[in-house]
């Protein structure tokens, strides 16, 4: 998809900037309303702009307009017909800008009640999922990673940590922690539940396969593992959030999480210590191989800090 921006700017600065913004060749319509805008007041420069050149648009706003007199808004444009610059158009890539990722990213991670509720019912369907046969417990770990929103807060680890934006670290560490508490603590009370009832102990839990696995992983499952989280970044900055799923079921940390809980319900902390292994495992492979990947777009693609 390619990009709409939307800046409010001081009108002393808008045929400046409007003159820089008509030269790209990457911008296919350029909309000026002068004084439409309210709030903030100023005017309004409505940008059509390929992926390729978005970044190319905002280091020239940050470079004309200072950030306290500024505000924009971007947006996804389904197409673009301009028969005279189809050439260029269909020429256009896949990317997302900073502010967009870290935009979806906070969203996704906002620890809000829904956010608590989804990671501790992701937690409680991969606690059934630890001691159930084959095939339902393989519908319960895809289940429980998809609803589960527990890869953005790792994510925007990276992120922050690229940019050097420590507030944002900051927000993606207390989200990640929250979060993840949940989880666990619903893993623990959906086992001590199963107990109770006589549908769980300590032997059936350490006894199952794929437990074991968790706990012991070979090197394939550490390769998809690790394959599951660059892609996941991978689709955050192409844009491709729709896809997420695929890279969130090749991972374990959802499940993996849940045995902490689940080890410490029936009196295994050893269990709860692999278990808490593997998890720290799945997010080392997101920093160590998704931190890399965004430095490089951000050395060679695009260069630039976010707005704010």
Known sequence: ?????????????????????????????????????????????????????????LRRVQTAVPKA?????????????????????????????????????RHQGRITVNYL??????????AVGLVSEPVPQAVAFVASAIIAPGFDSMTTVALALVLRRWDLLGRALASAGAGYAALMLAA??????????????????????EVQHLAHPRW???????????????????????????????????????LVGAGLAVGRPDLAWEGLQRFGADWGFILVLGAPFLWLKQRFLHRRQPLV
């Open 1 to 57: 998809m390619h990009r709409t921006i939307e800046l409010t700017i001081p009108p002393h600065l808008t045929d400046s900037l409007q003159a820089e913004l008509t030269s790209l060749e990457e911008v296919i319509g350029l909309t000026l309303q002068r004084g439409a805008s309210l709030k903030p007041a100023g005017d309004v420069l409505i940008v059509h702009v390929l992926n390729r050149g978005a970044d190319e648009v």
């Open 69 to 105: 007199e500024l505000s924009a808004v971007t947006s996804e444009a389904t197409s673009f017909i301009s028969p005279d610059s189809h050439h260029v158009i269909r020429g256009d890539r896949d990317e997302a800008i900073w502010e967009e990722m870290e935009s979806g990213l």
């Open 117 to 126: 509720l989804l990671m501790a019912l992701g937690g409680v369907i991969a």
């Open 188 to 209: 623990a009370a959906t086992s001590a539940l199963l107990v109770g009832v006589g549908e769980m102990d300590a032997q059936m839990l350490a006894g199952n396969a």
């Open 220 to 258: 394939m499952e550490l390769l998809v593992a690790a394959a599951g989280a660059l892609a996941g970044v991978v689709m955050l900055a192409a844009f491709r959030r729709s896809f997420q799923a695929g890279p969130l079921i090749a991972m374990a940390f959802i499940p993996a999480a849940a």
